[in-house]
């Protein structure tokens, strides 16, 4: 599984991780090209390859000529994102991460998210940025992401509103609709944006320790005050096994009706699940109710809880990873008189077990008219 890391112990923003994904490999003639998609002019990327306090990295600008339309709303961003060319997953992830600035502007304004009047936020700068952070994630396809504790800085910014405090309102807005921590070390300033910890959010997982991983490679990204610490957002990419760690996700529900309850264990299965069953439970107020539990890798819980979340009457999940051991299973094929039966043979130490695959063994039955036990007791003296 392809791991990426997001290390913030200079803060994060929108031009650092567009730095960072490039000096991780990121193609940046690729990245222009993808942005093209947007169908917007007047901007430019360029990347820099440099060296800060000893460290070689990379430095990005985005090169605006005029922005003439630089006060946008939601909707028009949204607009321009939604047309574009670019494809869905590059358009649904960027969408996300606007929103959690939209969201956050909202709130600390007291105005509708659709009402949200982005000045710095809006301009052309920050959908490069975002929608460029969006297609570099999906151009590595990562399968865990993790994001590191965020130094946010300290002291104060001066920006459209005037002097606000660091972290600025929207930066702390959008970090408490997230559960990443936010520390203040040796930096006077402000090293994490609004643009940053929403790019962030969106991709990240927060670990609060640095994840457990096999590192291949750094990638720095540089953001552009001088803070007097290394002022940067490293990427660290590696790898992890899948092998024996998957998660356990669960809850109770006791309004739903038996067809939808039926329908949920068929999208988690259709999605990726490893498993997904009911037990039956008596809830509150003597309630008959079912026990939702699903197993997953953790590459695929986030897409697991939106199903639940969407598809069930639930407000709620437990989840927690396991560890598991499976014996060492592969396949080979048999010929009998009736036709081909696949076998899966499982193996751990001295233990070896051969079971025909149902689902071949139901095909012969149901075409030669015989019974099931028939088939398996001519399969068994095959194999
Ligand atoms: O544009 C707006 S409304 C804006 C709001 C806030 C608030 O905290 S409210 C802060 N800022 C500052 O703009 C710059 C640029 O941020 P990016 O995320 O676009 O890089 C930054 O200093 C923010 O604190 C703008
Ligand atoms: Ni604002």
Redesign the pocket.
């Known amino acids: 599984m392809k791991v990426l890391f997001f290390d913030c112990f200079s803060g994060i923003?929108?031009?650092m991780v567009l730095g960072a994904f490039i000096d991780l490999g990121i193609d940046p003639a690729y990245l222009d090209a993808e942005l093209k998609k947007l169908n917007l002019s007047g901007f430019r990327i360029e990347a820099e390859q440099t060296m800060k306090k000893g460290i070689s990295g990379t430095r990005c600008h985005v090169i605006l000529e005029a922005d003439r339309h630089h006060h946008r709303h939601f909707n028009d961003i949204k607009e321009i994102i939604e047309n574009s060319t670019l494809s869905d997953e590059v358009k649904k992830t960027a969408l996300a991460i606007f929103m959690r600035?939209a969201v956050?502007?909202g709130k600390?304004?007291n105005v509708s998210v659709e009402r949200?009047?982005?000045?710095?936020?809006?301009?052309l700068?920050?959908i490069v940025?975002i929608v460029g952070a969006a297609i570099c994630y999906h151009a590595l396809k990562p399968d865990l992401v993790y994001g590191s504790k965020i130094n946010v800085g300290s002291g104060w910014?001066?920006?459209?509103?005037g002097l606000?405090p660091?972290?600025?309102?929207?930066?702390?807005?959008i970090l408490c609709n997230s559960n990443f921590e936010m520390y203040s070390k040796a930096i006077d300033g402000?090293s994490a944006?609004?643009?940053?910890?929403?790019i962030l959010a969106e991709l990240a997982t927060y670990s609060p320790t640095t994840p457990s991983f096999i590192p291949e490679k750094t990638g720095y990204g540089f953001g552009g005050k001088d803070f007097g610490v290394l002022n940067a957002l490293r990427i660290i990419q590696g790898r992890k096994s899948e092998a024996n760690t998957i998660m356990v996700v669960e809850t109770n529900v006791d309004d739903m009706t038996g067809e939808m309850a039926g329908y949920v264990l068929e999208v988690l299965l259709q999605n990726g699940a490893l498993d997904a069953f009911y037990t039956p439970v008596y809830m509150k107020k003597n309630r008959p109710g079912i026990h939702l539990t699903v197993l997953c890798s953790e590459a695929r819980l986030p897409l697991i809880e939106e199903i639940i979340l969407k598809e069930t009457s639930t407000i709620g999940i437990r989840k927690y990873p396991v560890e598991r051991t499976c014996m060492h299973r592969h396949f080979k094929k048999i010929a009998t008189p009736l036709g081909e039966v696949t076998i899966k043979i499982s193996q751990q130490g001295d233990i070896t077990r051969a079971t025909p695959e149902y689902e071949d063994v139901k095909k012969i039955a149901q075409e030669s008219g015989k019974s099931l036990w028939e088939v398996l007791e001519m399969v068994e003296k095959l194999k």
């Open positions: 923003s929108g031009d600035v956050a502007e600390v304004h949200v009047h982005f000045h710095e936020v809006g301009a700068d920050s940025d910014v001066r920006c459209a509103h606000l660091v972290p600025a309102p929207a930066t702390a807005e402000e944006t609004p643009t940053g910890v929403a």
